[in-house]
């Protein structure tokens, strides 16, 4: 067949409309792909964010319209002292839960790091309470730590011949509480992401310095700890970005309890401060605007640690 | 091998410690079995027993069917005299967790693949908006969202438990980037065939993923399970409940004498188990899924 224009004119454009209909088609299966996904966060996850900035300033107490109020509600946080005795509380336990929470993790995989029987079931002992719900071991620990004297952590406290304790009631018990309960949930799983850490790192480094003669302590300082660099620095961020979220187990604790804050406002971390002015009192604007202040501070933390991992090389 | 250089004493030295450590993990938990099988003159028996003497079904239902105001009121009754008992809160935590967990992956994991795979315009500003929105902690979202559902009637619904809960930025992320490494050529060897995009998805595209699909089910399922913020807000009512909600409320309602422990553990430990049990089952994918979200994280 001779080529000539009409002929292969034709043919061309066909083929390319052929493949124009099925670009579209193709591009029309993804938008309906992505549609569902997009459309959803568009309406829970993109607009409140735009939405509660604007609330922040404004008077909203969830019945009438709020008012534009400017930023008297951020003015306000500054001289409001439970929102301060929050942030103190909240850095407290922010910094202790963080640096035990990430020392313990690491010393139980670096325990148990060995692929052993009795190595697998002590991992998954220590991971256990990772998986179960945070009330349940809340509403667990609120009972071992009963001021009554059958209570579990009193028991323990006689037989070494100390005095009860009523925990719940001493303001100086507060943190260490939420500490230890919030330890107790989350070692296993910082272990565990440790543990996937250490095996990354190939045993040549650590065998070539254990023949020239180095410890195991020094083995560990000058080679393993800063190949886990990388690791630190996502479990350190996480657990920063989730530990000044607490809110479940001040709730179920102390909600009943100095209106939410527990003895002295002692307990009162920022989340449910915030859930006290937003759901208790209804002043949703100022409750919008202490997200925002909780958003802020998270934000800056991530970045300075995402700062101070890259400088240190 | 590392560590083959030190001294039998260190290696045993470190391990038995350790393992009593461990055994002091299920301490707590041996408490809470403990308590839900003891009587209440058991419970406030000073010190507490270690083993129970005499054990009893009570905290769960009264064997011997009393009526009120002489009942125990034990957790099981709370099904049949009131009317929505704690099988309901747990009914309602199954339903609502399954369903959030099959649809937000669904709907993610098509999503990643438009943006992992399909040349759609606008997919970079998408993704970046994703990515960026997994920094605003959920504190931000939830005052709009609670008033989204109440204008929308949805407070005290299941639909209100469940649809905020789909759009999950994170799986989308993380999907995504998983997706990435599948082979464009085998892709568009479909397409050639004249495969649909839907049909690629759907054969090719999803049995290549399921390792990355496993880990998100396993991280969504706990969430769902365990999330008790919004179903604080949304839910006020006994009927829509879900199992840490009802915890919860037992939880402020009945701690106040010695006796009425004994049925908080027994929710506490009836609240535990399914999770337990899913993780003792799903182990490795566990903890493969924790560290595959580990290194892309």
Redesign the interface.
Known sequence: MAISESNVRPDFTKRTLNARVALFRRMGAGYIMIAPFLILFLVFAVWPIINSLYLSFTDFNGVKAGEFIGTKNYERMWGDERFIKALTNTASYVVLIVSLNTVCGLALAMALRAPSLLNQICRALFFLPAVTSTIAVTVLWRTIFTSADYGLANTILHFFGLKTIVFFSSPEWSIPILVIISLWGGMGGTMIIFLAGLQSISSDMTEAAAIDGATSVQRFWYIILPLLKPTTIYIVITGLIGAFQVFDMVYLIYSTVGNIGGPLDSALTIVPYLYDRGFTRFQLGYASSIAWVLFGIIFIMTMINLRLGRDNK | ??????SPW?KYG??IP??LL??T?????Y??VL?SFKTVPE??????SFFITDPTLNNFYDPLGNKPPNHILGLFQRLTDAPFGFLTFFLNSLFVTVTITVLSLL??S??A???AK???PGREI?FI??VA?M???????????F??IKDLGWINTYQGLI??A??K?FA?FFLRQYMKSLPDEMLEAA?IDGA???RI?GQIVLPLIIPALSAMTIFTV?GE??N??WP??VVQDAEHGT??LA??RL??TI?SG?GT?GV??A???L??IP??I???AF?KQ??EG??LT??K?
């Open positions: 091998m590392v560590g083959s250089n030190r260190l470190i391990r350790v393992f461990a055994l993990m299920l301490l707590p938990y408490w809470m308590g419970l406030v028996k000073v010190p507490p709907i993610a098509s999503a693949y438009v943006l399909l040349q759609l998408i908006v994703v929105s920094m605003v902690p959920w504190q931000v979202l939830f005052i709009p969202n008033l989204t649809i905020p789909l759009p930025a989308v397409r649909s995009e839907f998805f706990l399970w365990n008790f913020v604080l807000i199992l840490p915890l919860s939880n402020s701690f010695p422990q908080l553990m929710a506490s430990l609240a535990s999770t337990v899913m993780f003792l182990q566990f903890v924790i560290a580990g290194q994280g």
